[in-house]
């Protein structure tokens, strides 16, 4: 049987109602889904996604203070009067063990917001992608939905979707008929890496990913705003083997 593999370059270039019901992946490397990953590394009981930054405050109030943390960026940088940035470095269980993360920010919860009609909605970073190809192996249909920057794709995101693309294609787990962004995406993975890393040869150097990443939309932007060491972070690949997933009823991101 043919499965369904299709990628998104941005959320917008999928209609809410097509995902309804499905099974999808946020991508947002640089760096809310990388961020989310370490949140619930480090022991955040959940993340709460939030549009908007007032939103957030409005949420975050209706905790006991010691049981939650605010964070998030607007323009890549810390918000005022919230606990913790974006960056996944700030992610460590003295900052958020047992706590509800209570999170917003540009690109990232907006595409994860834009989900909420799916049946799974799942969150990939390069630190998690095997722990996420497992639990895509066996499914007939397939979505991968990358957040972009600020409305631009952004190769940062589209590296993550090839290389899962890639994996899940290799795996033979499934044939798949793919959308042309999913083939796309995929050209762009293999053919930004030599070989052996290409043909699955990892771990991969983390500064080989990193130096690719710094080139993205979202790299120059964090270079140009001096976080780029989260680049190197976030070019950890397969560094953890959680999966967050957002639960569409409660809009909680809990770790699998
Ligand atoms: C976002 O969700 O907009 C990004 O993660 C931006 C950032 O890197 O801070």
Same mark, same amino acid.
């Given at each position: 049987m043919t499965q369904k593999l299709n990628v998104y370059a941005l959320p917008t270039l999928v209609d809410e109602e097509e995902l309804a019901g499905k099974?999808?992946?946020? %991508?947002?490397?640089?760096?809310a889904t990388t961020t989310i990953c370490c949140a619930l590394e480090a022991g955040a009981r959940e993340v709460i996604p939030c549009l908007e930054i007032e939103e957030a405050?409005?949420?975050?109030?209706?905790?006991?203070?010691?049981?939650?943390?605010?964070?998030?960026?607007?323009?890549?940088?810390? !918000?005022?009067?919230?606990?913790?940035?974006?960056?996944?470095?700030?992610?460590?269980?003295?900052?958020?063990s047992g706590k509800s993360l209570?999170?917003?920010?540009?690109?990232?919860?907006?595409?994860?917001?834009?989900?909420?009609?799916a049946a799974r909605v799942l969150l990939a970073s390069f630190l998690n992608a095997s722990a996420v190809l497992r639990?895509?192996?066996?499914?007939?249909? !397939?979505?991968?939905?990358?957040?972009?920057?600020?409305?631009?794709?952004?190769?940062?995101?589209i590296l993550l979707a090839g290389l899962l693309v890639d994996r899940l294609e290799r795996s033979g787990a499934g044939r798949y008929e793919m959308n042309v962004q999913a083939i796309t995406a995929r050209e762009n993975w293999t053919s930004s890496f030599a070989v052996p890393y290409v043909i699955g040869a990892e771990p991969m150097d983390p500064e080989v990913l990193?130096?690719?990443?710094?080139?993205?939309?979202?790299?120059?932007?964090?270079?140009? !705003?001096?976080?780029?060491?989260? %680049?190197?972070?976030?070019?950890?690949?397969?560094?953890?083997?959680?999966?967050?997933?957002?639960?569409?009823?409660?809009?909680?991101?809990r770790s699998e």
């Open positions: 099974t999808v992946v946020v %991508i947002d490397v640089l760096r405050r409005r949420m975050a109030e209706q905790f006991p203070p010691d049981e939650v943390v605010l964070g998030g960026e607007r323009g890549g940088l810390p !918000i005022d009067g919230f606990d913790l940035g974006n960056s996944p470095d700030e992610y460590r269980p003295e900052s958020v209570v999170f917003t920010t540009t690109n990232g919860t907006r595409a994860m917001l834009r989900c909420r009609r639990e895509l192996a066996a499914l007939d249909e !397939i979505h991968l939905v990358c957040a972009g920057t600020e409305g631009q794709y952004s190769r940062d995101d990193a130096a690719e990443l710094r080139r993205s939309e979202a790299g120059r932007r964090l270079t140009a !705003i001096g976080q780029e060491t989260d %680049i190197l972070t976030a070019s950890l690949v397969d560094h953890l083997s959680l999966v967050p997933v957002l639960d569409t009823d409660s809009m909680r991101i």
